[in-house]
């Protein structure tokens, strides 16, 4: 069974870190795009950043200069660096991954919880 597993969320102070990982069963060096979303209480789940097979990164205005994506091809894994940390970042972050032919997968969520 294909599985993503995130782990690496928890409880910061502001203007903390966390290094999120997702672990895929899966060979990933194929896949289309990697991504991280996150999902606040009461909002919509929404795109944090991106990176394609190419290497190409994209970021949502609010975590450029904060967040930087990654992938380990060789390990089958997907990081997210986040420095800065701010309140609004609270949320479940999870990991998507798309594969040629439209196969894609979502991981179980972590928390991520800022203080202030």
Do not use: H
């Amino acid at each position: 069974q294909v599985q993503l597993v995130e782990s690496g969320g928890g409880l910061v102070q502001a203007g903390g870190s966390l290094r999120l990982s997702c672990a895929a069963t899966r060979n990933i060096f194929s896949s289309v795009r990697m991504a991280w979303y996150r999902q606040a209480p009461g909002k919509q789940r929404e795109l944090v950043a991106e990176i394609t097979r190419t290497g190409l990164t994209n970021y949502a205005d609010s975590a450029k200069d904060r967040f930087t994506i990654s992938r380990d091809n060789a390990k089958n894994m997907v990081y997210l660096q986040m420095n800065s940390l701010k309140p609004e970042d609270t949320a479940v972050y999870y990991c998507y991954v798309l594969w040629p032919g439209g196969f894609d997968l979502w991981g179980q969520g972590t928390q991520v919880t800022v203080s202030s």
